[in-house]
T-cell receptor
């Protein structure tokens, strides 16, 4: 079974601080995605990374896909209360069609 | 609306009863997924439909769970003889064919199931 391990599971920080969330696996993935979910809603895609070593930026968010395509990180600069939510990484295992495996999520709380 | 629609949004049932959850994907999306999410947790893969191919049922937790997709569109997830451990939010997602391998899923708001 291919698993994605996210860390930390919970993160509570003050507005303006920086943070990094990690997503690790022993398996290789064809792509990795980061989703954000707010209470009562479904997850919403933030970014997809498909190339080993790829770095993508989305405003204050920086996403990186590991060279070996087994891990990814999400870095938020100068966090704001609006960043509060559940962050989920997800990966598409090789040779399993479109099946997508999700990590257990990181619950982020940014206090003003 | 143009998004993924799920119904019911909330369902409370008694242990042992059967339930059906419905998903109406985005028009034109060929891939459809069902996931289960327990309180504050990540998403557990249940089943995946892609076009006319045989569904990937590898995530269904027991034979009490089944799903079908009619006409390549609407899908129904059925749970027979519900148990308390089935309580969770059931999320449906769809994806356009070109995005199947890049993980761009569009999720509905989910159906919250509570088994008493």
């Amino acid at each position: 079974t291919q698993l994605l391990e996210q860390s930390p599971q919970f993160l509570s920080i003050q507005e303006g601080e920086n943070l990094t969330v990690y997503c690790n696996s022993s398996s290789v993935f064809s792509s990795l995605q980061w989703y954000r979910q707010e209470p009562g809603e479904g997850p919403v895609l933030l970014v997809t990374v498909v190339t080993g070593g790829e770095v993508k930026k989305l405003k204050r968010l920086t996403f990186q896909f590991g060279d070996a395509r087994k891990d990814s990180s999400l870095h938020i600069t100068a966090a704001q209360p609006g960043d509060t939510g559940l962050y989920l990484c997800a990966g598409g295992p090789y040779n399993q069609g479109g099946k997508l495996i999700f990590g257990q999520g990181t619950e982020l709380s940014v206090k003003p | 609306g143009a998004g993924v629609s799920q119904s019911p949004s909330n369902k409370v049932t008694e242990k042992g009863k059967d339930v059906e959850l419905r998903c109406d994907p985005i028009s034109g999306h060929t891939a459809l997924y069902w996931y289960r999410q327990s309180l504050g947790q990540g998403l557990e893969f249940l089943i995946y439909f892609q076009g006319n191919s045989a569904p990937d049922k590898s995530g269904l937790p027991s034979d009490r769970f089944s799903a079908e997709r009619t006409g390549g569109s609407v899908s129904t997830l059925t749970i027979q003889r519900t148990q308390q451990e089935d309580s969770a939010v059931y999320l449906c997602a769809s994806s356009p064919s070109g995005a199947v391998n890049t993980g761009e899923l569009f999720f509905g708001e989910g159906s919250r199931l509570t088994v008493l």
